[in-house]
Nanobody, 125 residues
Framework: EVQLVESGGRLVQPGGSLRLSCVVSGSTFSSAYMGWFRQAPGKEREGVATIDRAYGGTDLADSVKGRFTISLDNAKNAVYLQMNGLTPEDTAMYYC??????????????????WGQGTQVTVSS
């Protein structure tokens, strides 16, 4: 089995920063991309950022470009999301995921092959 375990979510003030981590354990897996989704109450789950595990290329949602950065450490089997300039609109459950690029770029969640359980990010004063 493949396990994706997120950590780092917490309450943070508007304008603050936070780094989320996702560590993969268990079986090896062949997903070409890893990244992050988020889901706020009453809203659809949306792609946030993704990274090519082999080559490092990234894609970020327009809403987070310039504020968030995704990175990968293959030696540690970990992916990170650095979030700066946080706003209340960023409040959501953040999920780590592995799958095909289409899961994020064309919002096809059926292309997600492995999901983490999520970590809560709350942006509030």
């Amino acid at each position: 089995e493949v396990q994706l375990v997120e950590s780092g979510g917490r309450l943070v003030q508007p304008g603050g920063s936070l780094r989320l981590s996702c560590v993969v354990s268990g079986s090896t897996f062949s997903s070409a991309y890893m990244g992050w989704f988020r889901q706020a109450p009453g809203k659809e789950r949306e792609g946030v950022a993704t990274i090519d595990r082999a080559y490092g290329g990234t894609d970020l949602a327009d809403s987070v470009k310039g504020r968030f950065t995704i990175s990968l450490d293959n030696a540690k089997n970990a992916v990170y999301l650095q979030m700066n300039g946080l706003t209340p609109e960023d409040t959501a459950m953040y999920y780590c995921a592995a799958g095909s690029r289409a899961a994020w770029v064309v919002a096809d969640l059926s292309r997600v092959e492995h999901w983490g359980q999520g970590t809560q990010v709350t942006v509030s004063s």
